[in-house]
């Protein structure tokens, strides 16, 4: 995403139970991205795992009339059981082929902006649109293994887009206990650090974010801490008073969500430094491990964070 806004420590709860969920799902070779050290993403997780094989922990059969221990919690004890999720991949990998259509006029509430834009890129030549869709594959994984519904507003699965106002109305239709779109921006080469940005409460055209500004918010601030505990990337230095937060009203996929919703700006592609870690797979994975652990705590109820939560 362009700065310019021309597109559209300790865990609370069941995080520690749900870590062991998700590495059994990881080491049991279940085609997640979490275990793979591409850069050009990893397959989707189907979020099973396996159950106790009614063998006590020496490899024996277990005594008659005994209870063995479940190796992985049920279905309905997972920590995120009913919850839905829906990651919105900022961006699509082919959108410079389909100019015409990604360029056309949209409505966002308040105004009309493009449907759509290709993203940036690192100096490279990584596209934040590779970017995107391999860390919201990742984030999907673990919440999967905690029990959530996650779905993506697209999975490289479409020729272009979404539009904005669709990437907002995919997260209405799946009535989302959380939204969240996962961009990285493109700022002056000079500046670096990542962001948060919040829906400012408003009522005007075809918007009405005065139900989901204060949840969203709490959203915000509970993964920005998550966020940096688990990558170290500091809050960006060239907007927001460098706290990390941004709080704006025109970007349609906020303006038109009727659930908590907010974007992520992981890092400004155009940085060296953000961009060496923006291009490593390791990285990423500790990416999607801060924003499922930020959405984890926002969705149980326990927003406060490892890092400074000061607004």
């Not at 005594?63 to 279905?75: D, F, L, Q, R």
Request: glycine share 14%.
């Amino acid at each position: 995403m362009f700065s310019n806004g021309s597109h559209g420590g300790g865990r609370g709860g069941g995080l520690a139970a749900a870590a062991v969920v998700a590495a059994a799902v990881l080491v049991s070779g279940c085609g997640t991205a979490a275990n793979s050290g591409s850069d050009t993403g990893g397959t989707r997780s189907t979020g099973s795992a396996s159950s106790a094989d009614g063998k006590n922990a020496g490899g024996g059969s277990a005594a008659p009339g005994s209870t063995t221990p479940s190796a992985t919690p049920s279905a309905e004890t997972l920590p995120l059981a009913g919850k839905v999720v829906v990651l919105d991949p900022g961006h699509n990998p082919t959108n410079y082929q389909h100019t015409a259509q990604i360029n056309r006029l949209v409505d966002i509430g308040t105004n009309r902006k493009e449907c759509d834009t290709t993203g940036t890129e690192t100096d490279s030549g990584y596209p934040e649109a590779t970017y995107t869709l391999d860390v919201s594959r990742r984030t999907r994984a673990i919440l999967v293994a905690r029990g959530a519904k996650v779905v993506l507003t697209q999975n490289g699965d479409r020729p272009y887009g979404p539009c904005v106002d669709e990437r907002a109305r995919i997260g209405n239709a799946a009535h989302a206990d959380a939204a969240l779109s996962i961009h990285a921006d493109g700022a002056p080469a000079g500046a670096r650090g990542f962001h948060v940005i919040a829906p400012k409460s408003l009522h005007a055209g075809g918007a009405d974010t005065r139900k989901i500004a204060a949840p969203s918010l709490l959203l915000a601030t509970t993964l920005r801490a998550h966020f940096k505990a688990a990558t170290g990337e500091p809050f960006a230095d060239y907007l927001g008073g460098g706290k990390g937060l941004m709080v704006r009203d025109d970007l349609g996929g906020l303006n038109l969500s009727t659930v908590p919703k907010v974007f992520i700006e992981c890092g400004n592609m155009r940085n060296a430094q953000d961009a060496a870690s923006l291009t490593s797979a390791g990285w990423r994975q500790r990416a999607a491990q801060g924003i499922a652990d930020g959405l984890t705590a926002f969705l149980q109820g326990s927003p406060a964070g490892p890092a400074d939560g000061k607004r």
